[in-house]
């Protein structure tokens, strides 16, 4: 997982092409009882909770047959719309964008709730102090739909201009950075804020909600809508014991930690960055004001998702931007979760 992406504003478009891939990609040979869960990247500790609940038995004591999807090119929104899968890991942003083009596709459980991503540039850059001095910069980026756009609009909050050049990199884009050879990108700060401190490149950050952005789950657990009304039952079943895995990791998480790595041998090479990202992602992003991890309101999904849609980048079906705000409550539920939890 060294150098992944972090997606900020996520995959959406589901063309032909993308759904013929994700028919290939599904499981054909699971059985009808059999719940499949499609990752966003190779396992990692935004999956932690997952494995927890597969580690210690909870998948199974509650009598769910559960096959975890290795990732793949196509976005886990397209996958979990075309039916070939039932779960996945998304983003707040990704998932917003996939339900207003049409996906039948719904957030049932947040595992982080707040940003976890920020502008990242070298901290020995003493000509960037703010996002207003990425005026005329490079950014090395993934090429994702809206993150250019949300950049700039971060860098005209600060009072710059929000004209600089982009460079699609993909995985390469934080080496870029480190080397020299583009001034910023984007970054998960529990994962690669904590490699850059390893790898002795530390860096500065920018976070979005200094800059104007309202809060956003960091990611999402996306479901096919048309399963969950189907198997209401099983539904409930599978994402409470997948919030059980989640608060478990949030509770404890160098035993959650523990439990990531031996679901994924030889996965790590710097498990020491696996504990200490789990110990992050507990101590500042799993945990609403209650300590409970999961559940979701319409108050943030009303303010980060309405910024998108006031800020034009959201499309309807046909491509065409929406000219009518969505009702943000139809666009996640909390209704399979254990609320005692």
């Not at 599904?26 to 499609?38: K, L, M």
């Amino acid at each position: 997982m060294t150098g992944r992406v972090r997606r900020v504003l996520a995959c959406l478009v589901a063309t032909v092409a993308v759904l013929s891939t994700a028919t290939a990609c599904g499981s054909d040979t699971a059985s009808d009882n059999t719940i499949r869960f499609a990752l966003d990247w190779t396992p990692n500790t935004n999956h932690t909770g997952l494995f927890v609940a597969q580690q210690r038995g909870y998948f199974a004591e509650s009598g769910l047959d559960v096959e975890i999807l290795p990732y793949n090119n196509t976005s886990v929104d397209t996958v979990v719309d075309a039916g070939n899968a039932e779960f996945g890991i998304s983003t707040h942003s990704s998932s917003t964008f996939s339900r207003a083009s049409g996906a039948h596709t719904i957030s049932v459980l947040a595992p982080l709730q707040r940003w976890a991503t920020g502008i990242g540039v070298r901290a020995d850059r003493d000509d960037i102090t703010s996002p207003k001095d990425l005026d005329g910069k490079t950014y090395a980026g993934f090429g994702d739909p809206g993150e250019v756009e949300t950049l700039k609009r971060v860098i005209r909050n600060d009072g710059g201009t929000g004209e600089f050049t982009s460079v699609t990199l993909g995985t390469s884009a934080y080496e870029a950075v480190y080397s020299g050879k583009a001034d910023f990108t984007v970054s998960y700060l529990a994962w690669e804020g904590i490699e850059a401190e390893h790898h002795g490149t530390p860096m500065r950050y920018f976070h979005y909600t200094d800059f104007g952005f309202p809060e956003a789950y960091a990611i999402v657990v996306d479901a096919n809508e048309d399963w969950l009304n189907e198997n209401p039952e099983r539904a409930a079943t599978f994402v409470r014991a997948l919030q059980r895995g989640y608060q478990a990791a949030a509770d404890d998480p160098d035993a959650a930690a523990r439990d990531l790595i031996a679901a994924n041998p030889g996965a790590f090479n710097d498990e020491k960055l696996v504990v200490e990202s789990q110990r992050m992602l507990a101590a500042q992003y799993m945990k609403d004001a209650n300590g409970r991890v999961g559940g979701q309101t319409l108050e943030q999904w009303a303010g980060n998702s309405g910024f998108l849609y006031r800020s034009g980048l959201l499309t309807g079906p046909d491509g065409s931007a929406l000219t009518t705000e969505p009702d943000w409550s139809t666009y996640f539920t909390n209704d399979y979760l254990d609320a005692s939890r």
